[in-house]
């Protein structure tokens, strides 16, 4: 075989060779890198799907919030009006804030209300009883995810407590809202990406491969589902920590699609290459040394053919090429001798440099050590027989293999030094030492080799090691502060920001490099007016302030400036924090502080701020108007303090709407209202008194249902020789006078317009007062009952429901039969109506009975569970009465019995229900036979 032959299948065998390496090797590389990407890829799609669950379990827990800290919650948890669920706990409501359930707990775990409802399907829906669990008295609340026999539900509780977020707690409210297809379907379209929840049963663990850890530190997990799509899944956890569902999120496979197509393509250009370079190689070849060799070839075998090179070389003749060179042979060969006594004393020199050489020096041919000098055995703790003759590599630490080959590689292919090469070592006892590599191509024995001059690194290592450990503490410490903190140099431009302040603008903090900071964050071509950035960099001091950014956001700004060694400024280091809220709330407090807040008028501290600057002001004359809601306290403990807020507000929206802009009005105490009317006289005020009034009648014509009934005093200060608190005592004095000529009045018109009130509600049982009167009278005379007796049974007969005006309407008039809660509402009635009595001299006589006449004889009645004898006789009575009406009559939930069952159904209740020598008595009012009734049809 020729040497062009060999030479061309030796140039095809290092291609070939060479490019199946490098094609391995990129293939390593680009398929971890492409791995990596397309897991990146899955991990941040899975983040932005959890991230958007957990919005939406947000955007509940934020109405829970809202709900709960309301002072209309916290009443209704305690009061259960009825008014509270028919305005706020509407269908209308569950289908904006896009509940499916609403529960409220009081403090003992025990449902206040609860309700299921599915704005979609327009039903009512049953409560899971998972949903309430650990939720009762969590005092921070809870928010998340709940896997119940419908499926899994976001839920978020908050303790009940006031507006002001005082408490204490009156419960919990609990908000659900179950999670179906159509809302996935919604996060998909939202995130962009296909989305699916499947229990955990329901995925086969082998399928999946561990990727790495979210933001939250819970693992996710990848699995192939085809060359062109893969799938990440996650965890989702309950609120007990449990798990509860797997989030499914599918993702295109770019990164292993684009990485398959770039291989085809290099394999291609690599395959041309490796021919273009092996024929242009033996093409130079050829030219440049085979044909030449051939000339030369004849010239020399004679000489190689020679037993003793001492013999020399005949001297051709002639003085061409060929003769010159068989002289310079036989000179060479006279020099060989001598070269070569030279050459040993060199090698004893040489050898003697090399052992005692201070760094470890080592020769490695073919992958293999050939040669180690002392101070390599010093180094690693090997003995001579021990390195030589074993390969490079097993010396080198498993993490820096690969590099050190790839080294290698690259030497011998430059064939140029290569220098200040790290990597690690392993010694003999087990330690690992760095190392830093000075390499060279040399000829050993015949054949290429390296040479290596091996420096010990470790304590340089180790400084810089640590020097990285303490700038990612560093770096790590900056990114978890919420303040925005940025180093500007002396132009405002950024030169490092942390996470927060990328945030801030949505970018990465490596996009805010080499920008300014006024524009960034302000929009501004040139600094804010005081910036504290500038002044500290202008003084050389830390400067403070505060700036308003053009999205309407407060930022408390701290600037601390950086210096040289010589004390010069170089820029400065900005700490920056949103006060946005805090802002916020200063102006709530700031408010909160100055006015009432139910009804927006100014407060009792504010009125009295006011009396003690006008003291000392020129706006005299100065009238003072005071004025009290009669009636508050009976409309509190009747129809709920709900409706007395409505006074309240009633009552204010009146005092605003009479008096003048320039005069103070404030609402003093619970039901007392106080104005200072500056540069006023006597005259004007009382002008203005009779405005109020008239106001009052005008209101209460369009509202007789709730009147409103004002005692008013007003007083006048002439000049600053009179003293206001004097000139206030002496409005209240009048008032009061005022409220005792009108008290009687105005509790008879309020419990006048409670008994309008209960003639409306009466609409459905017609002439019911009336047939109880005459059956109750004509018991009482069968029995001979006193005059006085008598008078009180028939008032009785008219009021006994009396306490019905605070029963909402949707209960009293209700077609079904009655909730527990609906019934509760009910049994306060006897109550309402006791207190109502008691506000009226003209029914205080009755307030007794009306409280007891829902009592029964066995003791089981309400609201005091008294039995027998102790129930006045006249309240036995009406119970006889009233029930004999009730099952004769129409009802819209049941039709009415005949007199016969209904005679038959009192004897049943006698001695339980009823007093069983009574309904003697009762049944001895009918005739004998027919039994005929005596009473009017």
């Known amino acids: 075989m020729s040497l062009k032959v060999k030479v061309l299948l030796v140039l095809c065998a290092v291609f070939a060779f060479l490019g199946l390496i490098f094609f391995a090797v990129s293939h390593i590389i680009a398929g971890n890198i492409a791995g990596k990407l397309e897991y990146d890829s899955i991990r941040e799609n899975v983040e932005r799907a959890l991230q958007a669950l957990e919005r939406e379990i947000a955007a509940l827990d934020k109405s829970a919030a809202d709900w709960a800290t309301w002072d209309d919650t916290y009443i209704f948890v305690e009061d259960r009006n009825r008014e509270y669920i028919e305005k706020n706990l509407v269908d209308n409501v569950f289908q904006i804030l896009r509940l499916n359930y609403a529960v409220f707990l009081n403090t003992r775990g025990e449902r206040v209300y609860a309700r299921g409802y599915d704005p979609e399907a327009d039903q009512e829906i049953s409560i899971p009883p998972g949903i309430v669990f650990t939720a009762h008295n969590q005092t921070d609340g809870l928010k998340g995810l709940v896997v119940t026999p419908q499926g899994p539900m976001l839920v978020a509780a908050r303790p009940i407590l006031k507006s002001d977020g005082s408490g204490p707690a009156r419960g919990t409210l609990i908000f659900g809202r179950t999670l179906r297809d159509k809302d996935l379907k919604e996060l998909s379209e939202i995130t962009r990406l296909p989305l699916s929840l499947h229990p955990p049963e329901a995925i086969d663990s082998r399928d999946l491969k561990p990727a790495g850890f979210l933001k939250n530190g819970e693992p996710f997990y990848v699995s192939i589902i085809s060359p062109e799509e893969s799938a990440g899944f996650a965890v989702i956890k309950d609120l007990q920590g449990e798990s509860a569902l797997i989030l499914q999120v599918n993702s295109y496979r770019r990164a292993a699609q684009a990485f398959l197509s770039a291989r085809q393509v290099f394999g291609l250009f690599l395959a041309l290459a490796a021919a273009l370079c092996c024929l242009l190689a033996l093409f130079w070849l050829d030219r440049a040394?085979?044909?030449?060799?051939?000339?030369?070839?004849?010239?020399?075998?004679?000489?190689?053919r020679s037993p003793s090179p001492a013999a020399g070389i005949p001297l051709l003749d002639g003085r061409d090429e060929l003769a010159l060179l068989s002289s310079e042979i036989s000179k060479m060969l006279e020099r060989l001798e001598e070269y070569r006594r030279e050459i040993g004393e060199k090698e004893k020199k040489w050898y003697s440099l090399v052992e005692n050489a201070a760094e470890a020096i080592i020769v490695v041919q073919e992958g293999v050590v050939v040669f180690v000098n002392g101070a390599t055995l010093a180094h690693t703790g090997y003995t001579a027989g021990e390195l030589l003759s074993r390969p490079f590599l097993n010396f080198i630490h498993p993490e820096d293999r690969e590099s050190a080959l790839q080294h290698y590689r690259e030497l011998l292919e430059k064939k140029s030094p290569l220098y200040s090469c790290p990597f690690k070592i392993l010694a003999k006892d087990g330690s690992v030492k760095w190392v830093e590599t000075n390499s060279v191509v040399i000829e050993w024995e015949?054949?290429?080799?390296?040479?290596?001059?091996?420096?010990?690194?470790?304590?340089?290592?180790?400084?810089?090691?640590?020097?990285?450990r303490l700038m990612a503490e560093k770096s790590l410490i900056l990114d978890s502060l919420t303040e925005l903190v940025v180093f500007l140099d002396r132009d405002m431009h950024v030169i490092w920001a942390n996470?927060?302040?990328?945030?801030?603008?949505?970018?990465?903090?490596?996009?805010?490099?080499?920008?300014?900071?006024?524009?960034i964050w302000q929009g501004k071509s040139a600094p804010c007016p005081g910036c504290p950035v500038v002044r500290a960099m202008e003084t050389g001091q830390v400067c403070t302030g505060e700036v308003a950014s053009p999205d309407g956001r407060f930022w408390s700004i701290t600037a601390t400036p950086v210096k040289d060694k010589e004390g010069r400024v170089i820029g400065a280091v900005e700490a920056t924090l949103d006060i946005t809220e805090r802002k916020r709330y200063e102006e709530q407090l700031k408010f909160l502080s100055l006015h009432d807040s139910l009804t927006g008028l100014y407060n009792r501290a504010f009125f009295q701020e006011e009396l003690r600057r006008l003291s000392g002001s020129r706006e005299y004359p100065i009238t003072i108007l005071v004025a009290d809601l009669d009636g508050l306290k009976l409309v509190n403990d009747t129809l709920g303090h709900a409706k007395g807020d409505e006074m309240l507000q009633a009552c204010a929206d009146v005092l605003r709407n009479s008096l003048r802009r320039?005069?103070?009005?404030?609402?003093?105490?619970?039901?007392?209202?106080?104005?200072?009317?500056p540069k006023t006289g006597e005259k004007t005020g009382e002008d203005l008194a009779r405005r109020i009034r008239s106001a009052v009648e005008a209101y209460n014509k369009?509202?007789?249902?709730?009147?409103?009934?004002?005692?008013?005093?007003?007083?006048?200060?002439?000049?600053?020789?009179?003293?206001?608190?004097?000139?206030?005592?002496?409005?209240?004095?009048?008032?009061?006078?005022?409220?005792?000529?009108?008290?009687?009045?105005?509790?008879?018109?309020m419990v006048s317009a409670l008994l309008a009130a209960l003639k409306e509600k009466d609409s459905l049982t017609s002439g019911?007062?009336?047939?109880?009167?005459?059956?109750?009278?004509?018991?009482?005379?069968?029995?001979?009952?006193?005059?006085?007796?008598?008078?009180?049974?028939?008032?009785?007969?008219?009021?006994?429901?009396?306490?019905?005006?605070?029963?909402?309407?949707?209960?009293?008039f209700k077609q079904g039969p009655l909730t527990e809660e609906e019934w509760e509402l009910m049994r306060q009635h006897p109550e309402k109506g006791y207190r109502i009595a008691l506000s009226s001299p003209d029914l205080a006589g009755v307030a007794d009975l009306i409280l007891k006449h829902h009592e029964r004889w066995d003791g089981k009645g309400y609201p005091l569970g008294i039995k027998g004898e102790e129930i006045p006789v006249e309240c036995r009575m009406l119970a006889i009465a009233d029930a004999f009406d009730a099952i004769t009559s129409e009802r819209p939930n049941r039709k009415p019995m005949t007199q016969e069952e209904a005679l038959e159904e009192l004897k049943k209740g006698a001695g339980s229900q009823f007093d069983p020598r009574l309904v003697e008595v009762f049944l001895s009012l009918f005739s004998e036979g027919e039994k005929r009734s005596p009473f009017r049809s």
């Open 289 to 304: 040394v085979l044909s030449r060799l051939a000339r030369l070839t004849a010239a020399v075998t004679g000489i190689g």
């Open 446 to 468: 015949g054949k290429p080799a390296t040479l290596h001059f091996l420096t010990d690194i470790t304590p340089r290592k180790i400084l810089e090691e640590e020097l990285q």
């Open 499 to 519: 996470r927060a302040a990328g945030q801030s603008v949505g970018k990465n903090p490596e996009e805010l490099f080499g920008a300014k900071c006024h524009e």
């Open 662 to 677: 320039s005069d103070i009005v404030a609402r003093i105490g619970g039901d007392e209202f106080a104005a200072i009317l």
């Open 702 to 749: 369009e509202h007789p249902e709730l009147p409103l009934h004002l005692s008013l005093g007003v007083a006048t200060c002439q000049s600053a020789a009179e003293s206001l608190e004097e000139t206030f005592k002496k409005a209240d004095d009048l008032m009061y006078r005022n409220k005792l000529l009108n008290r009687a009045n105005a509790r008879n018109q």
């Open 768 to 812: 019911h007062a009336e047939r109880l009167q005459e059956m109750c009278l004509k018991m009482g005379e069968k029995l001979g009952l006193s005059p006085r007796q008598m008078a009180d049974l028939a008032l009785l007969a008219q009021v006994h429901d009396l306490g019905k005006v605070a029963v909402p309407d949707s209960v009293l």
